[in-house]
């Protein structure tokens, strides 16, 4: 559920493209355990040394995960097919 979350906030709310929102670094937290993981450059500098100050407990995880195949259509009706690049996914249609 962060995944596709956070792909379609990366489209709508930043503007991104489609293909860059998929391929963006991702953030999850959860309830318990009570930890906010990070993939690599997932947080701009020194944002998880300020979480960390306010009392978070930040871990940077040294791998990937997560992966989102997306579909999105565009303004003139066609689609757009992007496969995640983290996981050697395709996109194809007929």
Do not use: K, Y
């Amino acid at each position: 559920m962060t995944t596709v979350f956070q792909v379609i906030s990366n489209v709508v709310d930043w503007g991104m493209t489609l293909a860059d929102a998929v391929a963006a670094p991702r953030v999850h937290h959860q309830h318990l355990p009570d930890v906010i993981e990070v993939e690599p450059g997932g947080l701009p500098a020194g944002v998880a040394e300020e979480l960390r100050a306010l009392g978070h407990t930040v871990t940077e995880r040294p791998t990937v995960w997560g992966d989102a195949q997306a579909v999105a259509v565009r303004r003139d009706g066609t689609l757009e097919g992007v496969p995640d690049p983290r996981r050697g996914g395709m996109a194809s249609g007929l």
